[in-house]
């Protein structure tokens, strides 16, 4: 299991913890000091990037929030494709 944390600049925190078995992403947990409204949307983020490959992690988190309306202060999407990627080579 690997961690990675990131501080963007002039925002928060994100930290990720990965699992990845063959390639593709097993558990994920997303923490952080950033907003995200709805609350929930973190762990719908989380379950919809199960199963998927590493290499297609910034595809799938696009999608993701091209979907949905939320609000995120702090810290952008591909924050997360980029944190999540640096605790998978770990």
Do not use: C, W
Not at 1 to 24: D, H
Not at 57 to 76: H, S, Y
Request: aromatic share 6%.
């Amino acid at each position: 299991m690997g961690s990675a944390e990131l501080k963007v600049p002039e925002g928060k925190l994100v930290e990720a913890i990965v699992k990845i078995s063959q390639g593709k992403i097993k558990e994920i947990r997303i923490t952080g000091d950033f907003y995200m409204h709805p609350e929930e949307q973190i762990e719908k983020l989380e379950k919809a990037l199960i199963g998927v490959p590493v290499e297609k992690v910034n595809e799938a988190i696009t999608k993701f929030f091209k979907k949905k309306r939320i609000t995120l202060v702090g810290v952008r999407p591909e924050d997360f494709a980029k944190v999540i990627l640096m605790a998978s080579r770990k």
